[in-house]
């Protein structure tokens, strides 16, 4: 019976978060008495504790800080965990002459991909290791490893506990799955943006230099260091988010490189609420928008231009818009941008801002855009303050 308790809560864990967990913990006198009761919380707190190593990935490492907490909600003698290639930790009894079998007790569940009941021969009399189940890890449905469960028999409650830990482990495994490929695509949209954004920008940056480099050498030596600086953030590799106040640097430094493009043609205003500048944010988030409004909205127009960016403290939210009284667009059309269904034309994707936005805050963080065909544009953007995940290192 004590199998099937555990059993019941470990098939519903995934759908707990384990602040959730912890409270349940906390109050475990509170909310029951009865061994039934107290046993479920206890797994609940078990399983919350073997989770987070195992969001990694199926490695040495978080096996074996995994490795007891299972072994706790399985009530075995010992376990013992396998990738495909190899044992990655074996914890509890007969470590010292049953742990180098180990990865031979997993070949056949590795091949296969079955359960698998195994007589487990020993010499020793006292040893409580005497028979093992070993069940496949998935991801994908993919064998990538194997759990295995020792003691002294194999009864069904075993059998039925290693397969549902086992099902709960897959789910741990496929979430780290999932970090790792938005960690990918993170990285991939970054590189993108940086596409996007450097021949054309590189290309007028050092135009407009080589055009101070005779009648104001000052000039270009100053415009020559902003562009280093400019590029240098662009193309550092590490790090998915930088503060607010880092973003609006490099902005600066551009619209710099702009300004002495432009001369008086671009005016800018910022207003800036100080309480948001330490506010974590993707990286790159905000320049694309920026260089859009100077490419898109004044590139293609007589007379001066106004570029206005706004950073607003709204309680537990911070709100930017970046807004320019230059051509803007048709509603419709932005609407397909947004939606992947067409390419904007040369330009830096506002859609590539919206994706990678999305992922990190959820869908009710994209971006908002006011235009019109000669009404200029207004992009708007919600981003929590904090958001779990989210940090400037």
């Not at 070949?107 to 496949?136: F, K, M, N, S």
């Not at 890890?137 to 075993?158: E, F, H, P």
């Not at 973003?247 to 008086?264: K, P």
Request: charged share 25%; with cysteine.
């Amino acid at each position: 019976m004590e199998y099937l308790v555990g059993v019941a809560v470990v098939a519903v864990l995934v759908s707990v978060p384990a602040i959730v967990l912890w409270r349940v913990m906390r109050g475990r006198r509170e909310l029951g008495t009865s061994p039934a009761e107290r046993a479920t919380f206890e797994t609940l707190h078990t399983a919350s504790l073997a989770g987070p190593p195992l969001r990694a990935g199926l490695t040495a490492d978080g096996a074996e800080r995994a490795s007891r907490h299972l072994r706790a909600l399985l009530g075995s003698a010992a376990v013992a965990i396998t990738d495909s290639e190899r044992l990655l930790v074996y914890d509890g009894a007969g470590d010292d002459h049953h742990a180098a079998a180990a990865f031979e007790h997993a070949e056949a569940t590795l091949q296969d991909g079955r359960t698998q009941v195994l007589t487990i021969e020993c010499d020793l009399l006292e040893c409580p290791i005497r028979q093992a189940v070993v069940v496949p890890l998935t991801t994908d449905d993919r064998v990538v490893g194997a759990l295995a469960a020792y003691g002294q028999n194999a009864s069904a409650g075993l059998v039925r506990a290693a397969q549902e830990v086992a099902g709960w482990v897959d789910s741990q495994l496929e979430l780290a799955e999932l970090d790792r490929s938005r960690t990918l695509l993170m990285e991939a949209e970054v590189r993108a943006l940086r596409a996007q954004i450097s021949p054309h920008f590189v290309y007028n940056s050092l135009t407009t230099i080589a055009s101070f480099v005779r009648t104001d050498p000052e000039r270009a030596r100053e415009l020559l260091l902003e562009f280093a600086d400019f590029t240098r953030y662009s193309f550092r590799r590490h790090g998915e988010f930088t503060t607010l106040a880092e973003e609006l640097r490099s902005i600066d430094r551009y619209l710099i490189l702009e300004r002495a493009r432009f001369g008086d043609q671009l005016q800018v205003t910022l207003r800036i609420a100080p309480e948001v500048l330490p506010v974590a944010v993707p990286f790159l988030c905000l320049q694309p928008l920026v260089e859009n409004a100077v490419r898109h909205g004044l590139e293609s127009r007589n007379g001066v231009g106004r570029i206005t960016i706004v950073a607003e403290d709204v309680g537990a939210e911070c709100r930017i818009s970046v807004e320019d009284d230059g051509l803007g667009m048709d509603p419709d059309r932005l609407r397909r941008i947004l939606a992947g269904d067409i390419a904007p034309k040369g330009g830096v994707g506002l859609a590539n801002v919206d994706e990678r936005l999305r992922h990190v805050y959820g869908d009710d963080y994209g971006l908002s855009v006011e235009t019109g065909a000669g009404a200029g544009t207004k992009v708007n953007i919600r981003l929590p303050k904090y958001h779990p995940g989210v940090s400037a290192r």
